[in-house]
């Protein structure tokens, strides 16, 4: 593989990969929150065809790291994605992010998701989360009302924390490099904006610790594919700014 110089380079190789692979159109609400030289630009959106990009409640130019990305407090700091659950396909969905430090291993934090508004339940939900014993938990149109999957041992990990779905029987989800078949029947998707270090902007709780350089949303995708380009890139933007 070729040795990447410039952080230009890095941004390249990876949207060139992505097409290449035949994710790059999954993609539709995606930032790169690492290689900036400040937040403001961080929180550029990749595909501005489809997606607005984030708005951020709370954070500050401190809270961010060109090389590591953006740090959450657990307490009050998120973006809004500005992207609603119900706008990917009830069958046709995905959601991930990259993780350069992992969330708490003793305390409920979301790193991604949207559950929809209280008193709905039981409706679709998205979420990436952990639930106090260090375990990833994935939603993809379902609810936590029913058995949630889970990766073990995973959640204060750094790494690519993704889940697909491509159907209406089961969804994938990927963390630390392992992937689980979930069994799981898709429900209606409910209208709430994703949040990222929470959970839905529209009343924003279970708050993330966590420093994450990536997160997208859209349609589904090969979660192998978009790991391995998201970690060249991880990669390729710390070896030009180091």
């Known amino acids: 593989m070729t040795q990447i110089v410039s952080l230009v380079e890095a941004f390249d190789s990876f949207i060139s990969g992505c097409k290449a692979d035949g994710t790059w159109d999954s993609l539709r609400a995606s930032c790169v929150i690492a290689g900036w030289s400040n937040l403001s630009g961080a929180l550029t ?3 501005p065809a489809f997606d607005k990009g984030p708005t951020s409640v709370n ?24 992207r609603d659950n119900t706008t990917d396909l009830r069958n046709n969905k995905h959601l ?3 993780l350069t430090s992992g969330m708490s ?10 559950r929809g508004l209280a008193g709905i339940l039981p409706s679709g939900t998205s979420l990436l989360y952990t639930n106090a014993d260090n375990n990833m938990y994935y939603e993809v149109n379902t609810t936590s009302l029913t058995d949630t999957p889970v990766i073990s041992g995973v959640g204060s990990l750094p ?11 089961s969804f994938i989800a990927r963390g630390n490099g392992t992937e689980i078949l979930a069994s799981q029947s898709s ?25 994450l ?9 090969d979660l192998g594919l978009l790991d391995r380009r998201t970690t060249i ?5 710390q070896n030009a700014i180091t």
């Open 45 to 47: 959106p990749l595909r």
């Open 59 to 82: 954070f500050v130019n401190a809270d961010y790291n060109s090389e590591f990305g953006l740090l959450g407090n657990g307490v009050d700091k998120y973006l809004n994605t500005n």
């Open 96 to 98: 991930s992010v990259y």
């Open 105 to 114: 291993a003793t305390s409920i934090e979301v790193a991604l998701g949207s």
């Open 159 to 169: 790494g690519f924390i993704g889940a697909t779905r491509s159907g209406s029987a």
């Open 187 to 211: 429900l209606a998707p409910v209208s709430g904006a994703y949040a990222v270090f929470a959970r839905t902007p529209e009343s924003p709780d279970r708050y993330s610790t966590c420093r």
């Open 213 to 221: 350089t990536f997160y997208s949303i859209g349609l589904s995708v």
């Open 233 to 237: 890139l991880m990669s390729g933007i």
